[in-house]
Each structure stands twice: as structure tokens, then as C-alpha cells.
């Protein structure tokens, strides 16, 4: 039987921690792995800060700050890369790296016998932590050299003398670090992806951040002598071929872009940088209206003063959506998208409804590109989720407002897969520090944890998870094995998309379709979440029911400006509630966060009065 069409994705991992997935990871041969952000934790947790704590007011209206936002110290470039050395000196990560050797026939389903070593692709993008400063954004004084960092590190070139030659790089833009690199490749007559030539490298050496993509034909023969054959059995496009990279069709002199690869069985992944460029958190009073760098009007795109991506990388995905003829199309961030949490400050929980505008943004750009299959991947908050949006037009809604007898507009459903957690989670300790994941303080950790995430799982009016209902086809998590209920996981976790390009009997996969997997640290069990779509589905061609909005939900979140309008598909939740679980959230967190003191003080009050009565009894 051939070989699945794999992709695996995660984020959150400490080099300090243990990695038990790597070789749950290894076992499914994934064509690649694309980290979601925080592949290390470089910055330094330095205390929680209690001054900010209370109510403030900003522009636009007010603001509640709690629990306290954790102080952290800003790395150097020494220790980002200290910090990437370490992870790539993980055991497990490192021979998933070294790839295996694989029997062709396992791969194509042909009789031949042949070996072929097999290597998966590393790609991704950075969140705060492997940027280097907490909740960061691009006031960030080594932006340029955590970018380069990252680079190095996906290259897997992270010793002394790349070290040495990406600084210089940095400082004089000096290509002769790799000429070995390209003597090298030109010897073996292959086409192997080079740092060098790679896009992002080169935006990175700009300064504009760590945002590109990757495209994969899943129809191409393996051949033996072909570098680009990926682990899995997929095959790598270099960017030349692809044509999908704005900053390559600009490079290239002829005017020529014939689409090179298969339209049908064909994935694209675009990583998305939320840290170069992003604007400072508002913090209180002090409203921060500094717009990031290349926003200017002066640009094609003109981007919202709160922003995370810049004029210049909204520019580029514009265009490299318009470019792309994938049957998949995956946009990789490290926030959450779709989720609106509590508290509304983005010092203490980041995501992209703190900037709505900027969000607003982003669903235009996807859905008004006409992609095929769009599918949103994030990370940072240490868990996994199912969720989704329900979106309609603008324009739809309107008219749909002004007259009551009009049929419901169409709608276009918006799936986004959570997977972070790979060394430590809700379920675990939510915190990346090592000292909470060893005695004493574990199992206090432990339980502060877990019982907080379960509890807001079940109070707070989070209505785009999808909840599945077994034997109800209405409720639309996608056909699977998962279980039922609201699909979230608490423990450590990556994400597998399995890609059926073939054609089946059933109505089901007639258009072919991607099934999600979540997968734990326990090697033999089945996944922890699975959920399956097919691409017409997640193209809108075809409506995916279980919709639960009203046109109300459509008009109170309805911004002028947004061409969609996007809500979760369960509806906005009512007032009553939403502030009910806010309370909940107060109190039970306080209650949890203050229970050693409540243990001590009680603990020492019990022993005393004991004392006091053996005192009186011995008298």
C-alpha cells in the first residue's frame, strides 16, 4: 500500500524539557514538519508583575488586566543560538532530521525495491519566545539577528563557524560563506534547497522578518537520484519552479509562469511572521499608535495603525495567495486566529482579535483570493483545538438586513487546527519553565493546570470549538475517529494533515479531502482528535452545515471597512454569559493561585492550636 501524504506540524517545545514525540513524529514519515513558533524558549521569565493588575482605560475603550502579565528578560543573539544548538542536539530531533531509508515500493505502490533515503523538510515560522523577547514585536533591538537565527536553524547550520558567517552575512551582506555550500551542490548535479537562495533567508537578511512558502506535488514519481524527494514520499518544488514567492517572480527575467506542478494534488504551506513587524501592545493610557515598519500609505496596501504583519509581508502574501494553484492551501501563525479570550489585553493573552482590524485583514485576504482549501494552523497556547468561523459577505448581510424574506446568503466556512504543547501544556504545566515540571512544585503546577483550562473549557462561552456529537451529522467537526464533544486536547501534542488526492466511490471524498489528527506522547494510542473535510468543503463549493449564527451575530460584529464578516459558527454568546464566565475565571484562578498560602496558613494554624492544646492538657 503506498505510503500517505503527510505533513506534521507543532510548536512550543523547551530544549530543557523532555521530547518524548519525536518518535511518535518519525513513525508517521510526515513529508515535512513546520514549526508554529517557539521551537526554544530564549527569553528569561523574571517574575509576574502586579502593578499592572486592575482596569484601565485606552483608546477605544476599556481594558481589564488580570491574572498579571509575566516579566521577561530580552535574549541576546548569543543565547537564541545557544538555545537552537541545544534543540537540535535533542536525540529524537535529531534523527527524525537524518530521515530513513525507504523502500520505493512503499512509497509509489510499484514493485520496485529500490532504497531511497528519504529526508523530511523543515520549514516554519517564529513566535515570541524563539524571537527572543516575550509578547514581542518589532521594537525588538536583535530582531535582525533572531530572524537569521531561525534561518540557521531550520538549515540545521547552527555551529560555530555558520554561527561566525551568518553575522557576517548579517552586517556586510557577504554571499562568500556559501560557496562551499553551492560547490558543493553543483558536484552532485542535484537540485538540493540552499539557504542561499531560499526567499525567506533573504527578507531575513533585509530585516523584514521570517515569512515565505513552500509548495509540495504529491503526483511526481520518486526518482532515486532526485534530492527533493521528501520523507513520505512527497516531493519538494524549489521556489524557482513553483513561482508562488513574489520575491523569486520578481527575480526571475522572463515573464514566463507556467504552472510547473500538479493543480490537483498539489499542497502550498505559508508561514506567516506576527513578530518583526507587529505594533507594541497598547499598555494602559499609553495607547500605542506607531504603526510597523513599511505601513506607511505609501504602500499598494494600506494596513491598520494596530497590526501584526507590516505593509510589506501583507503586500507579499496578497500576492503569493494570488499566486498559488495548490489544491491546499495552509496559512501557518503563531496566535491563535479565530479565538477572542478574556482578558482584553494583549500583554497578558495574544491573538489576533486584539487587533480586530488586522484580523478583519486577514479573513479578506483569504477568502477574497480564491484559494483552494484554505486551512489555518496556529500554535502558542499550549493546547490543541478545533475551531471554526462562519463567514458572509458583507454585502450579503446587509441586504439580508433590509429585507427579512430574502434567503440566507452563502456562507464560507473557515477551519483553524491548534497544536502547541510539544513539551509542556495545560495538561502537563502550562509553564515552559523547568523548575515547574520537577518536584516540588509539579504537582501544584499540575493541578493549577489542568483544573483551570478543563474548567474554562466548560464554563466559558467559547463558541467557535467545534463540538462533536456522535451520529449527528449537523454538528460538523468532519467525518473521523475522534471523540465527541468539544474537541480540544490538554496534553503534549503535534498535528498530523493526511492528504487524499484519490477520487473514492463515496459522495464523501469524491472531491478528495484532508483528515486532521492530534496525536499524544503515548506512542500506541489512536489520535487524540481527528477530524476529516474534504476540499470542496473548505473551498466553499460545498456548504458545510451545523451553522448556528443568526444574521444578528453577522451585524454587531460587522465592521464597514471588512469586505466578510466572520463569526464563530455557534454564535455570539449572550452578554449574561459571557460575564458570568469572567467571574468564574476570577474567582476559581484566585482560589487556585492562592491555595499554598491557604494550605500553609491553615496547615500552621492547626498545628499550633495542637501544640497549644497538648500545652494546656500537660498543665
Known sequence: MPQPYRLAFGSCSHPALPQPLWPIISSRKPSA??????AIYADRYAGL????VGLHHAEGGWMITFPPPSVHLDATPDVIRGWYERQLEVKGYRQFLEGFDVNMSDIDGVGVTEMVRSKPLIFGTIDDHDYGQNNGDFTYQFKKESNLAFIDFMYGEMSQDRKECSLQEADERDSSCGSNEEEDSSIHHKRSRSKLSDPMYQRSLEGKGVYG????DFSRKI?????NNVLGGGHWVPEVEAMVDPDVIDKVSTNDTIVSYSTTHSVAVFVLDVRSNK?????GKQHLNNAAPGSSNSESIQVPALDFLGAEQWTWFQSALANSHARVNIIVSGLQVHTDRFPNDGNVVEEWSKFPESRDMLYDMILNSGVRSPLLISGDVHMSQFLRKDCIKSIDVQKLNNDKTKPHPPKRSLIEVTTSGMTHSWGTSFSSQPKHHTWPLWPYSYLVSRTFMTMCHFVCPWNEIIIRRL????????????????????????AELEFDFAREQDSISDSGAVTVRIFGKKEDEPPKLEARWTFDELSGATSLPGMKAKVQ?????GRGSSDWICVPYRGLPSNLHYYTAIAVQFVVFSSLFFL?????IATYVVIRRQWRSKKITRR
Request: glycine share 14%.
Open 223 to 227: 526518482n532515486a537520484d532526485d534530492d
Open 213 to 216: 512558502v513552500q509548495l509540495f
Open 596 to 600: 499554598p498560602y491557604i494550605v500553609a
Open 471 to 494: 451520529g449527528q451529522e449537523e454538528a460538523m467537526v468532519g467525518r473521523g475517529n475522534g471523540l465527541a464533544g468539544k474537541q480540544y486536547y490538554l496534553g503534549l501534542n503535534f
Open 553 to 557: 451575530d453577522f451585524l454587531s460584529v
Open 279 to 283: 505594533t507594541p501592545w497598547p499598555k
Open 49 to 52: 508583575n502586579w502593578t499592572d
Open 33 to 38: 514538519f513546520i514549526w508554529g513558533g517557539d
